[in-house]
Structures are given as C-alpha cells and as structure tokens.
C-alpha cells in the first residue's frame, strides 16, 4: 500500500494567493483527517470527514479555509486567500473508521510570504 | 484541565537508559489510546496502540490506568535512534477523533 499520499510537499506562495492542498487516502479508509501543525500549538485538528462527508469542521480557523472530499479517494484543502500566519505544515490523515489509530500522509509545508 | 496533557521535556538521556513517558487524559470515557513517534521534519507515525492490560513490544513497553487516567511509555536500553517527539493520542470513541497531545520531546547522547 502506497500510504497517504499529499502534494505538493513544499508550497511557496504570496499572500492573498490561493493555495490547494490535496490529499489521497488509503484505499479502504472511511475518515479522513486534516491537520495543521506549528511548533506554537502544536498539532491542530482542523477538519474530519467520515464517508467523504464532513462531521466536524469547527477546528477550521477562519471562513477563508475549506475542505471538500468529492469521492473516496481525494480530497483539498483549500486557503483563499492565504496569509503568513497560515504558513505550517498541513498533513492528512486516514483510518478506517472514527475509532481507529490514524495514518498520515508526509505533509505539505507551506510558506506564505 | 486539558484534554491530553503531557511533559514537554526535553527528557535528554544517555545511551542505555531507561526513560519513561506519562501523559493525562481528562475524559474517563475514552476508549483507545495510542502512541506515536514524530521525527524532526516528518509526519507522526503509529508507535504501538494502548491496551487495558498493557503490551510491549521490544524495548516499548505501553500501560494504561484507567483509574488515575494516565498512560505511559516505557523505552529500555535507549538507542541514538529513539530521539524523537512521542506523541500520546487518546479516542473517545464515536464522538472525538483523535486527539493528540503535544508531545514529549525525546534526545538520547552517545
């Protein structure tokens, strides 16, 4: 199994650009998972979907971050339009269900400028 | 008091050591608990899962108390190699995906 799979690893952008994440999952896995990490708050929980529909987006921090999951086996993050303090590294996660140990993808790492 | 709680370190030790690792979780319904290793620069990676009566593997040894709810991490006979952050991930089953804590960070010296 290849893993979850992210691109792009690296993405440098200016600010007020809109910058597309994506993310494909294990085959199999019915959640999936987008984080947000910085060494201040650590690893942030930002969206989930269970069934490529999305239970909980609370941990979104602003109306100018959304996420969608068209099928099983894709989905974005997407930031318009994006600001320095976005700048992090985004990772995806999936597990078969809810209650399972989740599987992250290597990351993108996202630089504002 | 907050969800997942855990010391920060850094636990710096020698080559050899044993270290030991605790982390608080606040919910006493939780059902799953994990922990993860993360390496500088890289994604968090499944280290073993948690169970009531406790498991080991190698020099890993994973406990839960459910009465003082906390688990721990045991690493035996450390290796350069274990120098990385663990990260304790608890479950509430159903509701709360995966929570994590914000790591212990790990450095052992030669």
């Known amino acids: 199994d290849a893993g979850v799979i992210q691109s792009p690893r690296h993405e440098v952008t200016e ?6 994440l994506r993310c494909k999952p294990i085959s199999g896995h019915n959640s999936l998972f987008w984080y947000r990490q910085t060494m201040m708050r650590g690893l942030e ?7 490529n ?15 969608k999951m068209p099928n099983a086996s894709f ?3 997407k930031i318009q339009p ?16 809810l209650n ?5 993808g290597q990351g993108t790492r996202l630089t504002v400028v | 008091r907050k969800e997942v709680e855990q010391d920060p370190g850094p636990f710096n030790v020698p080559e050899g050591a044993t270290v030991a690792f605790n982390c608080t979780y606040s919910n006493s319904a939780s059902q799953s608990f994990f922990w993860y290793r993360q390496d500088c620069r890289k994604e968090p990676k499944l280290l ?23 688990i721990s991490l ?13 990260l304790c991930v608890v479950n509430l089953a159903g509701r709360i995906p995966l929570v994590f804590g914000k790591g212990t960070r790990l450095s052992v010296i030669a």
């Open chain 1, 100 to 104: 399972t140990e989740a599987f992250f």
């Open chain 1, 82 to 97: 994006s600001e320095p303090r976005d700048s992090a590294v985004y990772f995806c996660a999936s597990s078969l269900n």
């Open chain 2, 48 to 70: 073993m899962s948690v169970y009531s009566s406790g498991n080991e593997d190698g020099r890993f040894t994973a406990q839960l108390n459910r009465a003082s709810q906390y």
């Open chain 1, 15 to 20: 600010m007020g650009q809109e910058v597309t």
């Open chain 1, 75 to 77: 989905s974005t993050l």
């Open chain 2, 74 to 86: 045991l690493i035996r006979d450390s290796k350069l190699s274990d120098s990385a952050t663990y």
């Open chain 1, 53 to 67: 529909v999305p239970i909980d987006d609370s941990g979104m921090p602003e109306d100018r971050f959304s996420a």
């Open chain 1, 45 to 51: 929980l930002l969206i989930y979907f269970n069934n």
